[in-house]
Nanobody, 118 residues
Framework: DVQLQASGGGLVQPGGSLRLSCVASGFIFTNYGMSWLRQAPGKGIEWVSS???????SYEVFVKGRFSISRDVAKNTVYLQMNSLTPEDTAIYYCVRGGRFSWDAATRGQGTQVTISS
């Protein structure tokens, strides 16, 4: 079974940083791109960032320049470094299997809560 365990969320002040991690299991990690999605309170799921099998990143416009996606294939882990956080970044963040145009929402795990507040 595909399992994706996200962690690293928390409560930080505006302007702060967080690093999310997602450990993958149940599939060959190097055969897939990986993506981060988020869901803010009362809103739908939105795509945030992806990294493809060639380790090429892509970002939604509202996080470009602030967030950075990377992965460690030896650890089957994908990361999302988030800087200059704003209250609008408050959401549950999920990692999913698949790249920018092929991510599969059904693979998301429980997600990790990110709250930006002073």
């Amino acid at each position: 079974d595909v399992q994706l365990q996200a962690s690293g969320g928390g409560l930080v002040q505006p302007g702060g940083s967080l690093r999310l991690s997602c450990v993958a299991s149940g599939f060959i990690f190097t055969n897939y791109g990986m993506s981060w999605l988020r869901q803010a309170p009362g809103k739908g799921i939105e795509w945030v960032s992806s990294i493809n099998m060639a380790d090429e990143p892509s970002y939604e416009v509202f996080v470009k320049g602030r967030f950075s996606i990377s992965r460690d294939v030896a650890k089957n882990t994908v990361y999302l470094q988030m800087n200059s956080l704003t209250p609008e970044d408050t959401a549950i963040y999920y990692c999913v299997r698949g790249g920018r145009f092929s991510w599969d929402a059904a693979t998301r795990g429980q997600g990790t809560q990110v709250t930006i507040s002073s």
